[in-house]
């Protein structure tokens, strides 16, 4: 049986392996020290700051206030329910 965890695991281990900086989430958690949620039961799906990093990285032509402008999907990034709240079972497509 494949869990969610072994998928996320595997995800994480390929990602750290390209370069990226991989967090857990409880060490960027709300009240911590290296806080970057905003949200104590974990909904936000996006991680506003690092958004608008790289944005700007990416966009080095664009304003600083236009990176500074929510879009209505920016200001919506919440999970409708605690991510990682309500375990699926992955389907065998059959």
């Known amino acids: 049986m494949i ?3 072994h998928v996320e695991d595997a995800a994480l281990a390929w990602l750290g392996a390209l370069g ?8 960027i958690a709300v009240g911590e020290p290296a806080a970057e949620r ?3 039961s974990y909904r936000d799906a996006l991680l506003d700051r690092r958004l608008r990093q790289a944005l700007a990285r990416l966009n080095p032509e664009l304003p600083p206030d236009a990176l500074r402008r929510h879009s209505p999907e920016a200001d919506t990034n919440r999970c409708p329910v605690p991510c ?3 375990p699926r ?3 065998t497509g059959g």
């Open 20 to 27: 990226y900086a991989v967090l857990h989430g409880p060490d």
């Open 89 to 91: 079972r992955a389907s």
């Open 38 to 40: 905003i949200d104590p």
């Open 3 to 5: 869990f969610e965890s």
């Open 84 to 86: 990682g709240a309500q």
